[in-house]
């Protein structure tokens, strides 16, 4: 079974500085996908950023890129220039290539302060 | 709509009450999933339809839960004789298309059904 882990609850940043959310996975597959999604309070979840495993390139989309470390089992999201509205939680999540059953991890709350 | 909508938003329900979630899938989107998301955690695959077949059901915790698609557009998810530890906000999610390329394409998601049974 593929797990999600996600080993910090909570964390915070001030705003234009940047952060680093954590996130490391188990599977024995070779091929997959993995994801960070964005849920703000009481507002729709919604992808910040995907990785196909089989791209070494990391991904990047404006402030957010990923560190993948397909070894490692690791895919960390850096958030750069950090703006009050990347208050959120944000969710690591994995999917297999063979099938739609995406893993969740935990979640990380991420508090921008001013 | 523009998005996936879920009605509706907040549901209260005893002990033993049936309950029907209903998703709105964005027009057009072949793939659509139902998740359980608990509170302070992540979400939970529950269930998967390509337009009107439920082709993964494996996430479903209990014969209580089923789900429906009928014309591969709405769904429904039923709870029947609902229990407390049902509650937990109920999430849909539609994708564009379903073929294997397309997995790692984006999930849209709805707002989310808030269950709470007592």
């Known amino acids: 079974a593929q797990t999600v882990t996600q080993s910090q609850p909570e964390m915070s940043v001030q705003e234009a500085e940047t952060v680093t959310l954590s996130c490391t996975y188990d599977t024995s597959e070779n091929n997959y996908y993995l994801f960070w999604y964005k849920q703000p309070p009481s507002r729709q979840m919604i992808l910040v950023i995907r990785?196909?495993?089989?791209?070494?390139q990391n991904a990047t989309e404006n402030r957010f890129s990923v560190n993948f470390q397909k070894a490692a089992k690791s895919f960390s999201l850096k958030i750069s220039d950090s703006q009050l509205g990347d208050t959120a939680m944000y969710f690591c999540?994995?999917?297999?290539?063979?099938?739609?059953?995406?893993?969740f991890g935990a979640g990380t709350r991420l508090t921008v302060k001013p | 709509g523009a998005g996936v909508s879920q009605s509706p938003r907040y549901k209260v329900a005893k002990r033993g009450q049936d309950v029907a979630l209903r998703c709105d899938p964005i027009s057009g989107h072949v793939s659509l999933f139902w998740y359980q998301q608990a509170l302070g955690q992540g979400p939970e695959f529950l269930t998967y339809?390509?337009?009107?077949?439920?082709?993964?059901k494996s996430g479903l915790p209990s014969d209580r839960f089923f789900a429906e698609r009928p014309e591969g557009s709405v769904s429904t998810l039923k709870i029947q004789r609902t229990q407390q530890e049902d509650s937990a906000v109920y999430l849909c999610?539609?994708?564009?298309?379903?073929?294997?390329?397309?997995?790692?394409?984006?999930?849209?998601f709805g707002p989310g059904t808030r269950l709470t049974v007592l």
């Open positions: 990785q196909e495993a089989y791209k070494q």
């Open positions: 339809f390509q337009n009107e077949a439920q082709l993964d």
């Open positions: 999610a539609s994708r564009k298309k379903s073929g294997l390329g397309e997995r790692g394409n984006t999930q849209y």
């Open positions: 999540a994995f999917m297999k290539h063979s099938n739609n059953d995406m893993r």
